[in-house]
C-alpha cells in the first residue's frame, strides 16, 4: 500500500484548484477536490474494500468513465456468482477530476448514469449497482488502483487527422493512455490483471502496455514480477441495446502470457453471458488488437465501395437503391449497406488509421502496403461534401445560391434512432454549407445538444474541432439543435433529410411543404424517399437530389410532361 506522502503526492498541488469546478451537462457544478480529498477519499475507499473482501468479491477498477467505461462497470457490478446468484464484484471506477470530466464522480455516486443512452436499461443498471447492491462506486483518486484485483482500461484512444480527406496524413494520440499505464505500473499489486479495452493500434499491448508497466515494476524493486496484461476490445452499439451490446455479445480476448490468457478469459466469463455468446481466446494481444481494426476496416471499406456507385448511378439515370434492394436479395449480399452522407460512430472514421500508424510506428515498417483502408476513410470523410454540392445543385435549380438560403437539416446523428453526433456525416455537411455562407436550422429528436459546435472550441479536445477544416465557423457554437420540426422547416429553401430517424421516414411531402410555407428544394442523402413521394414533390412545385438517385430526373419529366 501506498504512504500518506504517497497519496498526497497524487493530488494537484495548484493553489488555484480549490477555485475551480466542473460542471455537467445538466448545468450542476462540482468543485474540483483538493489536495487534503485524496487522503480522506482512500481511506473511504480502502473501508469499502474490506468490507466487500470480507463478502468474497474481486476487487475491479475501471479507468475511465466515458460512452464504454461507465456502463462496463456497471455490467461488472451487476454480474453474479452463476453458483450462488450473489455479487462477485465490487467496482472502482476511476475518473480523471478534470474541469471537463469530474462531474462524473459525484454523479455517479448518487447512482446517475453519466452517459446519455437510448437504452432504458442505463439508467437502472447504474442506479441499482451504487444505490441497491452497492456494488459499484467512484473515485478520482489513483490509489484506488493499488486496491485493485482487476483493472479495465478504458482510456480514450484517438487518431488526429491533419487534413480532412487523408488519413495517412495523421497520428494515433496514445499520450493519455500511456500515462495511464504509467500509473497503473506504480500502484497496482503485481498479481493484478490489467485488460486494456480500448481499442488501439495493433502491438499497443506488447510494444507499449508491457514495457511501462515493466520498466515501473523494476522501479518499485519487483525486478522478477511479470505484468499480467490482456486485451479485449469492446463492441458497443449505441441505441436501444447498448447494455446487450457489453454483455450480451460476442469477445475476442488475448493475454501477453499463458497466466494472463487465464485471467482474462476466467474474468470475462464471470460478467459476460459467454453461454450463448462464446469468448474467442486469440494467442497474443496484438491478433486481438489486429481483430478489431480489421473488423471495423472491413466494414468502413464496404460502406465506402458504394460512394463511386453512388456517383455513376446520380450521372446515369440509376436509383442506386433499388440496385442495392435488388443485390441484397442474394444471402451472400445481405449485409450490403448505403453509407448515407458519411459514416460515423467512434470506431469505423478512425480504426483502420490506427492500424496505419502501428504498420509505420511501432513495427517501423516504412513500405506502403496500405492502399484499401486509408482509401476508405478518405472517402467516407469527405462524402458529406458532396451532399452540400446536391444542395447547391438543387436550390441553383430554383434560381437561389446556399449563401442567401436557410437550409433545414433533419438529422444531426450518425445513425438513425440513436442520439450519438460522433464522426455524424451531417457535421460535415452543415460546416460546409455554412463555409458556404447557408443558414443552417438543425432537427433531431434524439439530440439535446451538438457538442461538436456547442462547445467545438474545446469538443472533443481543443483544436480537434473538425472546424478547423472549414471557413466562416466561428459562430457555429450557437447552433443548437431544436426539437420543434415545424419552427426548422418555416421559411426553409432547402432541407436535408440526413438520417433515417422513423420519425422522417413518415414525413409526406405535403407537410414539408406546408412547414414550410413554400416549395423547396429537397435533398435525400439516405434513401428516405420513395419514387411516389419524389413525384409528389415535383408535382408541388419542389427540386428533389439524392445521394444514388439518379432515376429523379426521369420523374421530374414525367411530372413536366403531365
Known amino acids: ?9 497524487i493530488g494537484p498541488t495548484e493553489a488555484t484548484l480549490n477555485a475551480l469546478s466542473s460542471t455537467s451537462p445538466a448545468g450542476e457544478s462540482f468543485p474540483l477536490p483538493s489536495p487534503e480529498d485524496y ?3 482512500f481511506e473511504r475507499l480502502q473501508q469499502l474494500v474490506q468490507e466487500q473482501r470480507e463478502l468474497g468479491r474481486e476487487i475491479v477498477v475501471v479507468m475511465g468513465l466515458g460512452f464504454v467505461g461507465a456502463v462496463m462497470a456497471g455490467v461488472v457490478a451487476d454480474s453474479v456468482d452463476r453458483t450462488t446468484g450473489k455479487p462477485s464484484k465490487f467496482v472502482i471506477g476511476m475518473q ?9 464522480i459525484p454523479l455517479f455516486n448518487r447512482g446517475v448514469a453519466p452517459v446519455e443512452a437510448e437504452d432504458p436499461e442505463v439508467v ?6 451504487v444505490n441497491e447492491k452497492k456494488t459499484l462506486t467512484a473515485t478520482f483518486t489513483e490509489d484506488a488502483l493499488s486496491l485493485a484485483d482487476v483493472v479495465v482500461v478504458d482510456v480514450q484512444c484517438d487518431y488526429f487527422k491533419e487534413c480532412l480527406g487523408n488519413v495517412r496524413e495523421g497520428h494515433a494520440e ?4 500511456e500515462d495511464s499505464l504509467r500509473v497503473i505500473g506504480e500502484k497496482i499489486q503485481p498479481e493484478c490483471l490489467v485488460l486494456i479495452e480500448t481499442t488501439v493500434p495493433p502491438g499497443t499491448t506488447e510494444y507499449i502496455a508491457y514495457p511501462i508497466i515493466k520498466k515501473a515494476f523494476e522501479k518499485r524493486g519487483l525486478t522478477d514480477a511479470e505484468p499480467l496484461l490482456s486485451h479485449s476490445f469492446e463492441r458497443v452499439m449505441p441505441g436501444r441495446e447498448y447494455v446487450a451490446s457489453i454483455r450480451d455479445f460476442w469477445r475476442v480476448c488475448s493475454g501477453i502470457n499463458e497466466t494472463a490468457r487465464e485471467r482474462v478469459r476466467k474474468f470475462l466469463s464471470e460478467i459476460l453471458n459467454v453461454e450463448k455468446y462464446p469468448l474467442t481466446v486469440l494467442d497474443r494481444p496484438i491478433e486481438s488488437e489486429t481483430c478489431k481494426i480489421v473488423e471495423n476496416s472491413y466494414r468502413a471499406t464496404l460502406l465506402a465501395f458504394l460512394d463511386e456507385w453512388s456517383l455513376f448511378a446520380e450521372r446515369n439515370g440509376v436509383d442506386l437503391i433499388k440496385v442495392i434492394n435488388a443485390i441484397k436479395m442474394r ?7 448505403f453509407p448515407g452522407p458519411g459514416i460515423g460512430g467512434y470506431c469505423l472514421p478512425k480504426d483502420g488509421g490506427l492500424g496505419v500508424w502501428a504498420y509505420r510506428t511501432l513495427m517501423g515498417f516504412e513500405d506502403d502496403i496500405f492502399k484499401i483502408t486509408p482509401a476508405a476513410i478518405d472517402i467516407n470523410d469527405t462524402r458529406a461534401l458532396h451532399a452540400a454540392e446536391l444542395v447547391r445543385d438543387a436550390l441553383r435549380n430554383m434560381s437561389k445560391i446556399v449563401a442567401a438560403s436557410k437550409i433545414a437539416i433533419l438529422g444531426a446523428s450518425y445513425r438513425e434512432d440513436v442520439g450519438d453526433t460522433r464522426y455524424s456525416g451531417s457535421e460535415i455537411l452543415v460546416r460546409k454549407l455554412t463555409e458556404m455562407g447557408g443558414e443552417i436550422a438543425v432537427h433531431d429528436p434524439y439530440v439535446q445538444h451538438w457538442w461538436e459546435f456547442e462547445k467545438q472550441e474545446t469538443y472533443p479536445a481543443v483544436g480537434h474541432s473538425w472546424s478547423r477544416f472549414f471557413r466562416n465557423q466561428e459562430k457555429l457554437n450557437e447552433l443548437r439543435i431544436q426539437q420543434d420540426l415545424e419552427t426548422v422547416l418555416k421559411g426553409a429553401d432547402a432541407v436535408v433529410l440526413a438520417v433515417r430517424h422513423q420519425l422522417y421516414l413518415t414525413l409526406t411531402p405535403d407537410e414539408i411543404v406546408r412547414m414550410a410555407g413554400r416549395p423547396i428544394a429537397v435533398v435525400d442523402c439516405f434513401g428516405i424517399l420513395d419514387d411516389e413521394k419524389i413525384q409528389r414533390f415535383f408535382e408541388l412545385g419542389c427540386e428533389v437530389k439524392g445521394l444514388g438517385r439518379g432515376h429523379v430526373k426521369r420523374i421530374k419529366d414525367r411530372v413536366k410532361r403531365v
Open 1 to 9: 500500500m501506498n504512504s500518506s506522502s504517497d497519496i498526497l503526492s
Open 96 to 104: 480523471r477530476p478534470s474541469v471537463r470530466s469530474y462531474w462524473k
Open 124 to 129: 437502472p443498471l447504474i442506479s441499482r449497482c
Open 331 to 337: 444471402p451472400t449480399h445481405s449485409n450490403m449497406i
Open 174 to 177: 496514445i499520450a493519455a493512455l
Open 39 to 41: 487522503p480522506r477519499e
